[in-house]
Nanobody
Framework: QVQLVESGGDLVQPGDSLRLSCVAS????????VAWFRQAPGKEREGISC???????YYVPSVKGRFRISRDKDKNTVFLQMNSLKTEDTAVYYC???????????????????WGQGIQVTVSS
């Protein structure tokens, strides 16, 4: 059984940083694409970043330059480093993966079969 577990969410102030982690069990991230999504209250779930099979990252404009995705294959963990957080970053964050081998990952929900349960990130003064 595949399980993805996110951690690292918290209540922080604007300008602060957080690092989210996504650990997989029953599945090896290996060279598969992994993505981060988020869902703010009353909004659709949106993809914000992904990392391809050859570790090429992609970011949507709203987080580019502030967020960084990375993976640690030995720990079977994917990270999302979030810097210069804004109130509009408040959301539940999800990691997702699947048997997707690609040099150009996508942040489309349809690409991924396995999802974490989500972790709350709140940015507020």
């Amino acid at each position: 059984q595949v399980q993805l577990v996110e951690s690292g969410g918290d209540l922080v102030q604007p300008g602060d940083s957080l690092r989210l982690s996504c650990v997989a069990s029953g599945f090896s991230f290996g060279s598969y694409a992994v993505a981060w999504f988020r869902q703010a209250p009353g909004k659709e779930r949106e993809g914000i970043s992904c990392v391809s099979s050859d570790n090429m990252p992609y970011y949507v404009p709203s987080v580019k330059g502030r967020f960084r995705i990375s993976r640690d294959k030995d720990k079977n963990t994917v990270f999302l480093q979030m810097n210069s957080l804004k109130t509009e970053d408040t959301a539940v964050y999800y990691c997702a993966t699947g048997e997707v081998i690609t040099t150009r990952c996508l942040v489309a929900r349809s690409e991924y079969d396995y999802w974490g349960q989500g972790i709350q990130v709140t940015v507020s003064s």
